[in-house]
């Protein structure tokens, strides 16, 4: 057994400010690294999603307006993923409380607000209930990516239940 001494009176470095980050609308709800491009991606509550660059903290990019904030987002480097609609570009996927929105690129000067595909996340025939009702969370693996979709129960009532959706990450179709 290996014993390890630590001296309490000197302190631990855990962590090494690299770049401060600001904006004014910088209300962050979700962050996300990707070392490899050089990139942060954040959701703000602006309703945007901007994309950061690493080395000098100024946002190279800015994808708006959503209907709602951004809670959720998921960035792929093009070897990080294995969609065969999108081989050989970079992923980008945001979730809102309406959707879930799917942006490639190969070079990040060819990203816009023109998304690949939106996938509806609630339904749109009970406009009173989808203001309360809300299940955040989505997971991309292979080919396909799972997330809840929220759905009434009853018209007259403000219960609702969810269904665990399954679709295919090249489309956006769940089968």
């Given at each position: 057994?290996?014993?390890?001494?630590?001296?309490?009176?000197?302190?631990?470095?855990?962590?090494?400010?690299?770049?401060?980050?600001?904006?004014?609308?910088?209300?962050?709800?979700?962050?996300?690294?990707?070392?490899?491009?050089?990139?942060?991606?954040?959701?703000?509550?602006?309703?945007?999603?901007?994309?950061?660059?690493?080395?000098?903290?100024?946002?190279?990019?800015?994808?708006?307006?959503?209907?709602?904030?951004?809670?959720?987002?998921?960035?792929?480097?093009?070897?990080?993923?294995?969609?065969?609609?999108?081989?050989?570009?970079?992923i980008l996927i945001t979730m809102t409380k309406d959707f879930l929105t799917l942006f490639s690129w190969s070079e990040i000067g060819e990203l816009s607000d023109a998304w690949n595909?939106?996938?509806?996340?609630?339904?749109?025939?009970?406009?009173?209930?989808?203001?309360?009702?809300?299940?955040?969370?989505?997971?991309?693996?292979?080919?396909?990516?799972?997330?809840?979709?929220?759905?009434?129960?009853?018209?007259?009532?403000?219960?609702?239940?969810?269904?665990?959706?399954?679709?295919?990450?090249?489309?956006?179709?769940?089968?």
């Open positions: 057994m290996i014993a390890t001494t630590i001296d309490y009176a000197q302190p631990i470095k855990v962590a090494m400010l690299l770049c401060k980050f600001f904006s004014p609308t910088f209300q962050n709800i979700i962050l996300h690294f990707l070392q490899e491009l050089d990139l942060m991606v954040s959701g703000s509550a602006d309703l945007t999603t901007k994309i950061w660059s690493l080395s000098t903290g100024k946002v190279v990019k800015s994808i708006g307006e959503f209907s709602h904030l951004v809670v959720h987002l998921v960035i792929h480097n093009s070897s990080q993923h294995s969609l065969q609609n999108f081989k050989g570009k970079n595909y939106q996938i509806p996340l609630n339904p749109s025939d009970c406009f009173v209930w989808k203001k309360i009702f809300f299940t955040p969370g989505m997971q991309l693996y292979g080919q396909k990516i799972a997330f809840v979709i929220q759905v009434a129960m009853f018209d007259t009532h403000t219960v609702g239940d969810a269904d665990l959706v399954i679709a295919d990450a090249n489309t956006g179709t769940a089968k």
